[in-house]
């Protein structure tokens, strides 16, 4: 048999494939993640002081504690794949946060927690009892301002810190590669939870995961602008809870958040032109058709606090000398951080000013009833604690609604000095119901201004990895 002749040109043999090998990914030491945090602290501070600033200086915010990075103590828990920043009370299960070197004021659980209760009978019992590894290693930073930071770095994956902190409640899925840096996917905020068979508990005042600790994502340079995004992301955030007593767990990151304020924003427009409609419709309407509006859209009185309808405080010693058995605030607003605010509503139609100076008897009387209220907080401030914590008259607020702006006689300016004056008199707040209308609109124009921080990842100022 003749041999088979070889053919000429390029050979079909194929090479053999080579192996790609991924780059080592850098990976974040915790000195870096300190000075990180101390830089971005500092930074959130003065950003916040400059939203909360009075006009001209800046928008006027109000002061409320929307952030852990303005109180006094915060962890960081730091992952190879992730990290948790996190603000937590005393835990028997983390026992390294209690040694001497780390000690620091306990985070004072509320009261009125709505304990969640998570886990089941089959899982590990270190994992219901919620244990956490030991760190690898841990330092503590404090910034100039004073808030104390520490962290520890663990040999461990996000996901499996992540359900030690939380007893088994969930898994939690990383996707840093569709995740921006210092984009929290995830955020509660005062979030109870209790083991299914109630030997463990565990409160969150706030708890927010990254998915990123590369070194570029933890880089001091990008805390300023990282930071004044996030003041914006947090003020919209407050606003977007509403009730803020309740416990909040977002998934999803600022979308999340984003979908909620709009739904506030156009709430509170939707408010205002009721209102607006109402004032003009049924100007001498009594007082209880102008609070069963208010009842119903409690947003026109603050953006900021929830409202309660009519609270009763109740004398506890029985009836007066004069038979007043209680005393009826038309509503009282409860405040981030705890302070109050009590309103008096009055008929639009009241006048609010003498014509020579001082307020008209309709203005004094709702003055008065303010008084009772604070004289009542002052005596049985006890009897309202269950109901209102932290409810002191140092801490109240008297509002008092009536009348029209069309009492102005001569210049604006006039009326307005006088109006001042009546506020001094009487120690409380003294509006129209223009003037609280146009309270509201100047709120919903601030917060609108809000919106081109929240647009979404792609306004992150740095890329994902």
């Not at 730091?78 to 005393?90: E, K, N, Q």
């Not at 808030?147 to 359900?163: E, K, T």
């Not at 209880?288 to 405080?313: C, G, M, N, W």
């Not at 109740?314 to 058995?325: H, I, L, M």
């Amino acid at each position: 048999m003749a041999p088979r002749k070889r053919r000429s040109g390029r050979s079909r043999q194929r090479p053999a494939p080579t192996r790609r090998v991924q780059p080592a990914r850098p990976t974040l030491v915790i000195d870096r993640a300190a000075e990180y945090l101390v830089e971005y602290v500092a930074c959130y501070r003065r950003s916040y002081a400059q939203f909360t600033a009075a006009r001209p200086d800046g928008p006027g915010y109000p002061n409320l504690p929307i952030s852990p990075y303005l109180g006094r103590a915060l962890d960081c828990f730091l992952a190879h794949d992730g990290a948790a920043v996190l603000a937590f009370g005393p835990d028997s299960a983390v026992p390294f946060l209690a040694t001497p070197e780390m000690s620091r004021s306990a985070l004072l659980v509320p009261e009125d927690v709505n304990w969640v209760t998570i886990g089941r009978r089959d899982l590990p019992p270190a994992l219901q009892r919620g244990e956490l590894p030991i760190p690898v290693e841990w330092v503590r930073a404090r910034t100039p301002n004073g808030l104390d930071l520490r962290i520890h770095r663990f040999g461990c994956s996000i996901a499996d810190l992540f359900n030690a902190l939380t007893m088994g409640l969930c898994n939690f899925v990383s996707h840093p590669l569709r995740t921006y840096f210092w984009f929290p996917p995830t955020i509660w905020r005062q979030v109870g939870l209790r083991s299914w068979d109630g030997r463990a508990e565990r409160y969150f005042a706030y708890l927010e995961l990254l998915e990123h600790v590369v070194p570029a994502a933890w880089e001091p340079r990008a805390a300023a602008i990282r930071a004044h995004s996030d003041v914006q992301r947090d003020f919209a955030a407050l606003v977007a809870r509403r009730n803020v007593t309740d416990a909040t767990m977002t998934f999803g990151g600022l979308p999340a958040v984003r979908q909620a304020f709009d739904q506030v924003i156009l709430a509170l427009n939707e408010a205002i032109d009721g209102f607006q409609n109402l004032l003009d419709d049924e100007p001498n309407a009594v007082e209880q058709r102008f609070h069963d509006y208010l009842e119903a859209h409690p947003i026109l009185l603050d953006v900021y606090a929830q409202a309660t309808s009519k609270p009763h405080f109740r004398y506890p010693d029985g009836p007066r000398t004069d038979g007043k058995t209680e005393v009826v605030p038309d509503f009282l607003l409860a405040y981030p951080g705890g302070d109050y605010g009590l309103v008096e509503l009055e008929r639009p139609s009241h006048a609010v000013l003498r014509k020579t100076a001082g307020g008209r008897a309709e203005t004094s009387h709702a003055a008065y009833q303010t008084a009772e209220w604070e004289q009542f907080i002052d005596y049985h401030a006890s009897t309202l604690q269950d109901r209102f914590p932290g409810l002191v008259s140092a801490r109240v607020k008297c509002i008092i609604v009536i009348g029209r702006d069309a009492e102005r006689s001569g210049s604006p300016r006039s009326f307005d000095d006088q109006l001042d004056l009546a506020r001094r008199q009487y120690h409380a707040d003294v509006m129209t119901y223009d003037g609280l209308l146009r309270r509201a609109r100047r709120m919903a124009t601030s917060l609108e201004v809000l919106v081109p921080g929240l647009g979404g990842v792609g306004q992150a100022p740095t890329g994902p990895a």
